[in-house]
């Protein structure tokens, strides 16, 4: 089957914000909105640490998908006062993310309700720019490079991004081995059910890529350094320095 027919099946932008307009309450909790993701907790803090001594001074941050805020909520307990950019498909999330995080910033906070493939970006504007649990909705490997290179455009020289996010595995056996894994960690949060539910909802609505393609990606982008902080199994931190 042609790759694009794959992502014909796949769910529309609609769908995906549907999904995420019903379901702020369970993302608005650290404990339960990230319980499917391996290492959650861990990838959060090594992420906004290295953006923090990558750029200690930051003054603007974008925070691409940002949910219910916690991913920006992170980063403010390394650098309070950071003027915030949310961005989100999602409106219901974008205002629990804006009051949570308002109550924590004197900086500005802005939300954005759009698709960051049509998002407009400020040019050299952004020190930090954050990415969990959201780039695996880009389809095919063009969209993936439009965001990298409009990512790349719209930081500061020097500026950092940064991305918590499902992966594949560039070997098809290896792919093989962290999905078993993946399925077995879902069974013992919630039994086979469970299991089956998160699955199916991967399989419908996301379209994950590996780490090594990610960074390829920045590479080609222009960023000068790029990194992995920690992977585990389906779920890699990772990030790259303009």
């Not at 974008?94 to 970006?121: F, H, M, W």
């Amino acid at each position: 089957m042609d790759m694009n027919e794959n992502y014909i099946k796949k769910s529309s932008i609609e769908e995906i914000r549907s999904r995420f307009d019903q379901d702020v309450e369970r993302f608005s909790n650290l404990d339960t909105g990230q319980q499917t993701i391996i290492d959650a907790p861990v990838m959060l803090d090594l992420t906004t640490r290295a953006a923090f001594f990558v750029n200690p001074n930051s003054k603007q941050l974008l925070d691409i998908g940002c949910g219910a805020g916690n991913f920006t909520l992170k980063m403010l307990e390394k650098i309070p006062g950071l003027h915030c950019t949310l961005i989100d498909l999602s409106m219901p999330m974008l205002k629990r993310a804006k009051e949570r995080v308002s109550a924590v910033t004197q900086g500005e906070v802005n939300i954005l309700q759009a698709d960051i493939l049509k998002a407009e970006l400020p040019e050299l504007h952004f020190d930090i720019i954050l990415a969990a649990s959201v780039l695996h909705h880009l389809r095919g490997a063009e969209e993936w490079s439009a965001v990298f290179k409009k990512i790349f455009y719209s930081l500061k020289p020097g500026g950092s991004f940064w991305i918590s996010d499902l992966v594949t595995q560039a070997s098809e056996p290896l792919n093989r081995l962290f999905s078993d894994q993946y399925a077995r960690h879902l069974e013992s949060l919630g039994g086979e059910a469970y299991r089956d539910k998160v699955l199916d909802y991967i399989e419908h609505e996301d379209s994950p890529r590996s780490v090594n393609f990610q960074l390829d990606l920045m590479k080609q982008a222009g960023f000068r350094h790029t990194e992995i902080l920690h992977k585990n199994g389906s779920f890699a931190a990772f990030g790259g320095i303009k």
